[in-house]
Each structure stands twice: as structure tokens, then as C-alpha cells.
């Protein structure tokens, strides 16, 4: 049986991380939309300001994966919980249950903080969707994202106020 | 011409949050959702681990809406954005700019601080989507989001790894 580990990243394993991080945006059909750097994932991981955590699966003793994520905040519970930015396993060390016992570890680990919720949020055509099914999420079909970015949030951010 | 003023949250305007948060989930026809305690929110917003940041909207020099928001996280990108979780205006105060004056207050701190992204959801049948339309933001209608919670949660938390 293959041997699963599941850890905290280390800033080592930045380079893996970022590799998969780009091998998850091909898959997502998105290939060139990653800009980040190690340096930008050192900074954020390890720096100052932690912006993420990061969990990594290894597969007989090699890094195959990685789960990515920040806590988010229910007012409506009043606590923070684990929102799942990144779920991944590389090609190769698929259909041997790294997934799933990275999604377990999450969950221990919300349920330990005391927190309620484990969110993420999967593209429509990903056949994903199935495994976070049968693992008891369900799809918030009444909540519709919104994001701005680029020109648009610069514009946003240069509208004047009202005089007033 | 009213006077309109937003400012960080300080712990004493933590009633005047839960309550607005309160009037929120009537407004989103989920008016028993609140189990947040002002304990809660004074814990999560000043206590040693800082979850979530909130903006105040002043008309006249009274409180009269709320912005709480945290931060996410882009791999793509290899940096954080702000994930607005409410915004909300009192009844009485609504149609005088003051939630596009919360959002553009956000989109300067998200430029200020080098983010390139401003997220937040809104329920299907809410009017404030030309609202956020309007203001550039756009539906991610290929993203689907996706939550695990309750029973359910510790269900997966209890999932025993397979034998190996």
C-alpha cells in the first residue's frame, strides 16, 4: 500500500508548491495566469503578515500535493473558518486517496480550532465536483461571486466622493 | 448635503455591528442565522488573533452602516485581496452613496496595500447586484462555490484513513 503523509509546508517546499500551483492553472485552462513568485509565496507563507497556510501530501516520502488555504470569517456565527483556496495532486499519484485525506486533515483541523465551516469553490465543467459531493460539501447555488480586478478596481478606487 | 465619514471600527461600536448583522440576515431572509455574541466579535476583531477588519459608515456623525471584510489569498497572483463578507447600510440611511462610498474606501485600501482584487457574494435575488455591476464588478458565474458545515463537517472529520 502506498505510504500518505500529510504536513505543514516548509518555505523548502516553495519551489513544489509553485510548480503545482502552475500545473493546477493548466489544468484549470488557465495556464499563463499565474504571475506568482517564490519570493511572493516565501513573503506570505513565512513573512510578517502570514496570508496562507499550506499542508502538503507526500506519497512514499515525495511531495504530491498540496492544500492551500486562509481563514475566513462568518458574521452570522461570530468565528472564522478554513476557506480552501487550492486542492491538488500531481498526475502521477492520482486515484490513491491523497485528496481525500487532505480534505479529512482540513476538516480535523477546523473542527479542533472550533470552527464550523469549510469552504472553497470548484469551476463548473471540474469532475471535482463529484468528489466534494460524496465527501458531504454542497454546491451554494443561491450565493453568486463577484470580484473586481485590474483597470476596474483602479478605477473604483480613483471615483471621487460626492461633493458633499 | 449629508455628511458622510468612514473610519476603522473601534470595540465600542461592536453592539451597533452584531445588530446591523442582525438587520442583515432579516434583510437575506435568514433572520435566526445569528448565533455571533458580541464576546465574538470583540475576540475576533481585537483579540490576539486579528479575524476579520471592519470599516464603520458615519451619516451625521451616527453609525449607520458596516464593511467587515478579511483577507484572501491568490496563488495566481502570490498575493492577498480583500473578501468583503457584509456590507450593509441601515434602512434609513440608504440612497445617499454611502455603501459606494464603503466600497471605494476599499478599493483604495486594496491599491494602497498592493492587492489586485476586491471578492464578496451576494445572494441571487439581490437588488445590490446592478449595484455592484455598476460600480465594475463582475460575476465569476464559472466559479462555483462550495461549503461543508455542521454534521456534515464533523463527519468528515471523523473519516478514518483507509488501511496502509
Not at 500518505?4 to 500551483?21: C, F, K, Q, S
Not at 465527501?135 to 473604483?156: D, F, K, M, N, S
Amino acid at each position: 500500500m502506498p505510504e500518505i503523509h500529510i504536513r505543514d509546508a516548509e518555505p523548502g517546499d516553495v519551489p513544489a508548491i509553485l510548480r503545482m500551483i502552475r500545473e493546477l492553472a493548466e489544468f484549470e485552462r488557465q495556464p499563463d495566469a499565474v504571475s506568482a513568485t517564490e519570493a511572493d509565496l516565501l513573503r506570505d507563507g513565512w513573512g510578517a503578515e502570514k496570508r496562507y497556510s499550506c499542508r502538503i501530501a507526500e506519497l512514499d516520502g515525495a511531495v504530491a500535493g498540496f492544500a492551500l488555504w486562509f481563514h475566513n470569517y462568518s458574521t452570522w456565527e461570530g468565528r472564522a473558518g478554513i476557506y480552501l483556496e487550492d486542492l491538488y495532486v500531481t498526475e502521477s499519484a492520482r486515484g490513491q486517496g491523497l485528496g481525500e485525506r487532505m480534505i479529512v486533515d482540513l476538516a480535523q483541523l477546523a473542527v479542533r480550532a472550533g470552527f464550523r465551516r469549510l469552504d472553497l469553490s470548484v469551476l463548473d465543467w471540474n469532475p471535482a465536483r463529484d468528489f466534494y459531493h460524496r465527501l458531504g460539501l454542497q454546491q451554494r447555488t443561491e450565493w453568486l461571486p463577484y470580484r473586481v480586478t485590474g483597470a476596474a478596481l483602479l478605477a473604483l478606487a480613483a471615483k471621487a466622493a460626492p461633493a458633499g
